[in-house]
């Protein structure tokens, strides 16, 4: 009952590889339908804000919802300027 999303358009912001620089395991996480809902609904809406240009996207910024406390969290991201993907090589 917990999810995340942010906003990576790279080279503006950091890429995934910036904040998650190894692969995950490959084991399968049990998800509720309804927070895959709620989760999913909030990235068409980052997708509108983009495509729009109205809105404040989460560029740099990861937003984190507990469902089972019904609460909203916010962290900023940084490129990590030794990725392997986008740092400076």
């Known amino acids: ?20 620089p190894k692969s995950t395991p490959s084991a399968v996480f049990p998800i509720v ?9 909030l990235e068409a809406l980052e997708v509108l804000k983009y495509l729009t240009g109205k809105g404040t996207l989460l560029k740099s910024r990861m937003l984190f919802w507990d469902g089972e ?15 392997n993907v986008c740092g400076k090589h």
Do not use: N, W, Y
């Open 69 to 83: 406390f019904m609460q909203f969290h916010e962290v900023p991201l940084q490129k990590d300027p030794h990725c």
């Open 33 to 41: 339908g309804a927070t895959a809902g709620v989760i999913g609904t």
């Open 1 to 20: 009952m917990s999810g995340q999303i942010t906003f990576i358009h790279t080279p503006e912001t950091p890429c995934l590889f910036c904040f998650i």
